[in-house]
T-cell receptor
Framework: GQQLNQSPQSMFIQEGEDVSMNCTSSSIFNTWLWYKQDPGEGPVLLIA?????ELTSNGRLTAQFGITRKDSFLNISASIPSDVGIYFC????????????FGSGTQLTVLP | GAGVSQTPSNKVTEKGKYVELRCDPI?????LYWYRQSLGQGPEFLIY????????DSGLPNDRFFAVRPEGSVSTLKIQRTERGDSAVYLC???????????FGPGTRLLVL
């Protein structure tokens, strides 16, 4: 099935560094969601974006809904060891459609 | 409050067998979703329930897969004549009907030998 283009696929960063990841799509989405998944667990919602151009923060996390509605990015500032995990973007087309389309994930490793 | 729960957490079966996977959504959530996640990939949509009825089953891969939600709460995903390619993590999510945000359970890891 369709998946969003998410990059980078993996990142290795030093503790304290900032990190950025993004998602692009060939089609428009009306909602963008960012999730984090730890090994053996389900995805946990981090940030939800509902409006084109919207910039939303949740602690050290900041995400933006692209103006074209075809992209979104997530920034993590001052990374800490517990930020390790896989980050997924997900888009919802809107209307009556409720199925999320996910990116393939960004594996983040934080080195001490 | 309690989140989405799924049982079993792990299931090992043999090719050709029948399996049932259960999902208990967050209390009060009318919408329920099933996704399948293969290794190294993001979750892929299978089916979506509004109350007791399947509003969208376009993601079910073939007729070996079926899901029910008879009382509008707990849902069961049923897989007949399992194949090795069915091995994956099966995730359930729920939401209020008025909300776009979906909350996921821990998943059931299915291994078909």
């Amino acid at each position: 099935g369709q998946q969003l283009n998410q990059s980078p696929q993996s990142m290795f960063i030093q503790e304290g560094e900032d990190v950025s990841m993004n998602c692009t799509s060939s089609s428009i989405f009306n909602t963008w969601l960012w999730y984090k998944q730890d090994p053996g667990e389900g995805p946990v919602l981090l940030i939800a974006l509902y409006k084109a151009g919207e910039l939303t923060s949740n602690g050290r996390l900041t995400a933006q809904f692209g103006i074209t509605r075809k992209d979104s990015f997530l920034n993590i500032s001052a990374s800490i060891p517990s930020d390790v995990g896989i980050y997924f973007c997900a888009g919802l087309p809107g209307g009556s459609a409720r199925q999320l389309t996910f990116g393939s994930g960004t594996q983040l490793t934080v080195l001490p | 409050g309690a989140g989405v729960s799924q049982t079993p957490s792990n299931k090992v079966t043999e090719k050709g067998k029948y399996v049932e996977l259960r999902c208990d959504p967050i209390s009060g959530h009318t919408a329920l979703y099933w996704y399948r996640q293969s290794l190294g990939q993001g979750p892929e949509f299978l089916i979506y329930f509004q109350g007791t009825g399947a509003a969208d089953d376009s993601g079910l891969p073939n007729d070996r897969f079926f899901a029910v939600r008879p009382e509008g709460s707990v849902s069961t995903l049923k897989i007949q004549r399992t194949e090795r390619g069915d091995s994956a993590v099966y995730l359930c999510a729920s939401s209020l009907l008025s909300q776009e945000t979906q909350y996921f359970g821990p998943g059931t890891r299915l291994l078909v030998l």
